[in-house]
């Protein structure tokens, strides 16, 4: 019975970060960034997102975003992007904690309380249920968005981030972000 339970426990979402090298009926093959490959089976209810970039004007008060960042000697976590999330997604897994961009980086999921300019770019004061964190956004800092998508945008050579799941033995997408023309997905 306890063999039983523990199989019925949820697998971990894994963040695969790469580039789609083919696509095998419903499977597809992922040059990851550490050079690895993998192969991913697609569902039918796979969700599919482009990633879009926009402009610093997006980061204002009452926003909400997710920003990857990383606290320099200084104490000061400086972002490495910014997903100015769709006002549908509100509150989508707001907190802050460790992310794995790079070593040592974090992920705060916020409302952008204040913005304030700084020398070399802005500081932003981000509030969560649990709490706060200020981030400065260095100029040329990527800053994009998503919107629903179809299929279509998941083809050889495009740049994606997957979110995905073991199901019945098998790696499976639960979401596919992927950026047109080359965009690589920063977060």
Same mark, same amino acid.
């Given at each position: !019975?306890?063999?039983?339970?523990?199989?019925?426990?949820?697998?971990?979402?894994?963040? %695969? +970060?790469?580039?789609?090298?083919? %696509?095998?009926?419903?499977?597809? @093959?992922?040059?990851?960034? &550490?050079?690895?490959?993998?192969?991913?089976?697609?569902?039918?209810?796979?969700? @599919?997102?482009?990633?879009?970039? %926009?402009?610093?004007?997006? %980061?204002?008060?009452? =926003?909400?975003?997710? =920003?990857?960042?990383?606290? $320099?000697?200084?104490?000061?976590? +400086?972002?490495?992007? /910014?997903? /100015?999330?769709?006002?549908? #997604?509100?509150? *989508?897994?707001?907190?802050?904690?460790?992310?794995?961009?790079?070593?040592?980086?974090? #992920?705060?999921?916020? *409302?952008?309380?204040? @913005? !304030?300019?700084?020398?070399? $770019?802005? &500081?932003?004061?981000?509030?969560?249920?649990?709490?706060?964190?200020?981030? /400065?956004?260095?100029?040329?800092?990527?800053?994009? *968005?998503?919107?629903?998508?179809?299929?279509?945008?998941? /083809?050889?050579?495009?740049?994606? @981030? #997957?979110?995905?799941?073991?199901?019945?033995?098998?790696?499976?997408?639960?979401?596919?972000?992927?950026?047109?023309?080359?965009?690589?997905?920063? #977060?």
């Amino acid at each position: !019975m306890v063999a039983g339970a523990a199989l019925a426990q949820p697998q971990p979402v894994q963040r %695969i +970060r790469g580039t789609v090298q083919a %696509i095998d009926g419903m499977t597809l @093959v992922v040059a990851e960034r &550490s050079g690895a490959t993998v192969r991913v089976a697609l569902a039918e209810g796979t969700g @599919v997102s482009e990633v879009l970039p %926009i402009g610093t004007d997006a %980061i204002k008060p009452g =926003t909400y975003i997710g =920003t990857a960042a990383l606290k $320099g000697a200084d104490g000061v976590l +400086r972002a490495l992007e /910014v997903l /100015v999330f769709p006002d549908a #997604m509100r509150g *989508t897994a707001e907190g802050h904690g460790p992310w794995d961009l790079q070593p040592g980086s974090t #992920m705060t999921n916020a *409302t952008i309380a204040q @913005v !304030m300019s700084v020398p070399d $770019g802005r &500081s932003i004061v981000l509030r969560y249920k649990d709490g706060e964190q200020t981030v /400065v956004v260095p100029d040329g800092v990527p800053i994009v *968005t998503y919107r629903n998508a179809d299929r279509s945008l998941i /083809v050889p050579g495009a740049k994606i @981030v #997957m979110f995905a799941q073991v199901r019945d033995g098998t790696l499976t997408a639960l979401r596919v972000l992927a950026g047109k023309d080359g965009l690589q997905p920063p #977060m």
